[in-house]
Structure formats: structure tokens, C-alpha cells
T-cell receptor, first 112, second 117 residues
Framework: NAGVMQNPRHLVRRRGQEARLRCSPMKGHSHVYWYRQLPEEGLKFMVYLQKENIIDESGMPKERFSAEFPKEGPSILRIQQVVRGDSAAYFC??????????FGPGTRLTVL | AQKVTQAQTEISVVEKEDVTLDCVYETRDTTYYLFWYKQPPSGELVFLIRRNSFDEQNEISGRYSWNFQKSTSSFNFTITASQVVDSAVYFCALTRGEQGGSEKLVFGKGTKLTVNP
């Protein structure tokens, strides 16, 4: 019974490039959440999605960041034109309806 | 607005000591959920417990126990007879309960626990 899968585990990008982070929820989970953990800060909510729908994006930066959870395939968090301040650990979580969120191992993004 | 405060930034104990991690929360909701997650040095986030606002019974799971007190808005976590493997950052979190808990988690800043041999 596989848990939440995230890939890549580590991603290095140069300033101005695009970063694409993938998340496959646990089997049977239809809700996906993205969180960011910045150095010296706690975990901050970014976006909550269900299949083909964004439910809450109140934590997403207004520019350069987008997320999707298509009918088929993993959820994608996309960061365009990355800057050094985007360096962080990005965690995906999934849950069934009205259920506990279980987290993936995270993607560590480093922007050079 | 919801808020979680973990006043202890770092705690260091010697193996076999008991240790309590404090968590105080703020919410205007009458229905909400409280959580604890563990982040070991390897970096992943491990779910430990979920408690809804209507269930104030304390919970024990092996060496772990949780004390939920609505009167003081606290959800404290105690590790009995700590072990080196308990060394991790522990996060307390809160979510609204309207959707059965399927909403964003609001995290505290975490408490880093170091258990020395």
C-alpha cells in the first residue's frame, strides 16, 4: 500500500528556469494539498485541490506559481522563473474526503 | 483566524527522561481538528494523531500520550521514557472542521527535540 509519492526528491534549478514538482496521492485519496517549508520557518499551506478543481489557493504566491490535479495523472506544482527565495522543501499531502492528511517525502528545491 | 503556538523552540533531554511538548491553539470555530506530526532528520513528515474538538479524552499510544484541554486551548504531547530515535522536530497543527477536516492545516513552528544517549 504505497504512500504519497513525490518526485523528484531533489531538484536543482538556475534562476529563471521552471520547476515542476509531481505528487501522486495515496490510493483512494481524492484530495491533494501542497505545503512549503522555508528555512527557519514552519510549514505553510499553499493550495488544496481535488480532481480537476482548485478548492483553496489562498496560500499560493500571486505570480509564477500554479498547481493542477488533472483527471488522470499526478498533481503538479509549477514554479516559473524561479528565484533564490523559492529554495525550500515542498511537501504534498493527500487525504480521503473528511480524512487525515498524509504527507509525501517532499521535494527539496535548490535555486542557484 | 487560526493560530498554533509551540513556545518551545528546542528541547534537549537525556534518554529515558519524560518530555512534554506544548501546543496552544486559537480558533473561533466550534468544530476543529488538532494534529501532531513528526519530522525526523530524514525530512519526511509522519502523522502521529488527529483529534476532533468534541473528543477531549486523553489518548495513549505506547510511549506517546496526548492531553487535550479545551479550557486552556492546549493539546500537549508527552513522550515517556524517551529514546534517541524520538529525536525529531514535532509539529502541532489545526484545521477547521466544517469539511470534516479536509481543509488546510495551520502549523505551529515546531519543537526540535534532541534525545541524548
Amino acid at each position: 500500500n504505497a504512500g504519497v509519492m513525490q518526485n523528484p526528491r531533489h531538484l536543482v534549478r538556475r534562476r529563471g528556469q521552471e520547476a515542476r514538482l509531481r505528487c501522486s496521492p495515496m490510493k483512494g485519496h481524492s484530495h491533494v494539498y501542497w505545503y512549503r517549508q522555508l528555512p527557519e520557518e514552519g510549514l505553510k499551506f499553499m493550495v488544496y485541490l481535488q480532481k480537476e478543481n482548485i478548492i483553496d489557493e489562498s496560500g499560493m504566491p500571486k505570480e509564477r506559481f500554479s498547481a493542477e490535479f488533472p483527471k488522470e495523472g499526478p498533481s503538479i506544482l509549477r514554479i516559473q522563473q524561479v528565484v533564490r527565495g523559492d529554495s525550500a522543501a515542498y511537501f504534498c499531502a493527500s487525504s480521503p474526503p473528511a480524512g487525515t492528511q498524509y504527507f509525501g517525502p517532499g521535494t527539496r528545491l535548490t535555486v542557484l | 483566524a487560526q493560530k498554533v503556538t509551540q513556545a518551545q523552540t528546542e528541547i534537549s533531554v537525556v534518554e529515558k527522561e519524560d518530555v512534554t511538548l506544548d501546543c496552544v491553539y486559537e480558533t473561533r470555530d466550534t468544530t476543529y481538528y488538532l494534529f501532531w506530526y513528526k519530522q525526523p532528520p530524514s525530512g519526511e513528515l509522519v502523522f502521529l494523531i488527529r483529534r476532533n474538538s468534541f473528543d477531549e479524552q486523553n489518548e495513549i499510544s505506547g510511549r506517546y500520550s496526548w492531553n487535550f484541554q479545551k479550557s486552556t486551548s492546549s493539546f500537549n504531547f508527552t513522550i515517556t521514557a524517551s529514546q534517541v530515535v524520538d529525536s525529531a522536530v514535532y509539529f502541532c497543527a489545526l484545521t477547521r472542521g466544517e469539511q470534516g477536516g479536509s481543509e488546510k492545516l495551520v502549523f505551529g513552528k515546531g519543537t526540535k527535540l534532541t534525545v541524548n544517549p
